[in-house]
Nanobody
Framework: QVQLVESGGGLVQAGGSLRLSCAAS????????MGWYRQAPGKQRDLVAA???????NYADSVKGRFTISRDNTKNTLYLQMNGLKPEDTAVYYC????????????WGQGTQVTVSS
């Protein structure tokens, strides 16, 4: 019913920037939270940043001040502007959508690889 498609990943040098995008399609309930998670090899999938439909944001301490999450509710698109990238940011980044009404169902994108070289 809902599909999330990420784009914008790639290979960059330390200190560089990338902007990730996530396009949501299907039946999107207005009251929701969208977020970016990342998972490095051998690590758990952790929250990077999240944003509600009203614009409230939450960031992991490791990215605060470097990453900015935003969304365009008209286009049902989520963004993550990543500046000052570090090698430890290397991971597969996943888009997440959670409906904060009804059953609170969660959807995941397929992931996009971000690799930061030193």
């Amino acid at each position: 019913q809902v599909q999330l498609v990420e784009s914008g990943g790639g290979l960059v040098q330390a200190g560089g920037s990338l902007r990730l995008s996530c396009a949501a399609s299907g039946t999107i309930f207005s009251i929701n939270t969208m977020g970016w998670y990342r998972q490095a090899p051998g690590k758990q999938r952790d929250l990077v940043a999240a944003i509600t439909n009203t614009g409230s944001t939450n960031y992991a301490d490791s990215v605060k001040g470097r990453f900015t999450i935003s969304r365009d509710n008209t286009k049902n698109t989520l963004y993550l502007q990543m500046n000052g990238l570090k090698p430890e940011d290397t991971a597969v980044y996943y888009c997440n959508l959670r409906f904060d009404i009804r059953s609170g169902v969660v959807y995941w994108g397929q992931g996009t690889q971000v690799t930061v070289s030193s």
